[in-house]
């Protein structure tokens, strides 16, 4: 079945590190892949999106390649800051399985120190 | 102008006690999702109802109760709550069925003593 593998946590980083969260999936045909972003206390809300082969979605300074010869989708930023300290979430969804249904990985959780 | 609200916020009761759950969505969409959130940040998908019809039914238990008025509200309703209902649940809605993106409302940490 359709299924997302993301790195453990807790990350913890400097201001002005490079950060990359791995990801890989597991799905049939050509899922379309996200990354979401969950602040303390908050909701999850869309941080980027790749919906086929080699597109880069990109926001914030936040990037990821969607890349089918590995199943990865791993999202990387060149220098991080305190306000991005939150749980990051890769997800999947896939026009094969249950319509709408999006497959999260288990969150990791990232803290920056100044 | 929020996107998709949640009621209460925060939901402290007992054992044994049934409770409800809001959600509304001013978005227009036409799918709309509970989600549970453990305190490991683990994410699970409850239910999914697209235009008041139910479409995904996740193994929860049948005290969990899903009601749709209307396609911008899902409701959720707890029977009999127990220790291990504590969580934070999260309803979404989309556009559309299909792979794009959710949009989240703020959760509700419920907290059974």
């Known amino acids: 079945g359709d299924s997302v593998t993301q790195m453990e946590g807790p990350v913890t980083l400097s201001e002005e590190a490079f950060l990359t969260i791995n990801c890989t999936y597991t799905?049939?045909?050509?899922?379309?892949l996200f990354w979401y972003v969950q602040y303390p206390g908050e909701g999850l809300q869309l941080l980027l999106k790749?919906?086929?082969?080699?597109d880069k979605g990109s926001n914030k300074g936040f990037e990821a390649t969607y890349r089918k010869e590995t199943t990865s989708f791993h999202l990387e930023k060149g220098s991080v800051q305190v306000s991005d300290s939150a749980v990051y979430f890769c997800?999947?969804?896939?026009?094969?399985?249950?319509?709408?249904?999006?497959?999260f990985g288990r969150g990791t959780q990232l803290t920056v120190w100044p | 102008d929020t996107a998709v609200s949640q009621t209460p916020k925060y939901l402290v009761t007992q054992m044994g006690n049934d409770k409800s759950i809001k959600c509304e969505q001013n978005l227009g969409h036409d799918t709309m999702y509970w989600y549970k959130q453990d305190s490991k940040k683990f994410l699970k998908i409850m239910f999914s109802?697209?235009?008041?019809?139910?479409?995904i039914n996740e193994t929860v238990p049948n005290r969990f109760s899903p009601k749709s008025p209307d396609k911008a509200h899902l409701n959720l309703h707890i029977n009999s709550l127990e220790l291990g209902d504590s969580a934070v649940y999260f309803c979404?809605?989309?556009?559309?069925?299909?792979?794009?993106?959710?949009?989240f409302g703020p959760g509700t940490r419920l907290t059974v003593t």
């Open positions: 997800a999947l969804s896939n026009r094969g399985s249950t319509l709408g249904r999006l497959y």
């Open positions: 799905a049939t045909g050509y899922p379309s």
């Open positions: 979404a809605s989309s556009p559309v069925e299909g792979f794009v993106e959710q949009y």
């Open positions: 109802y697209n235009n008041k019809e139910l479409i």
């Open positions: 790749a919906t086929k082969a080699d």
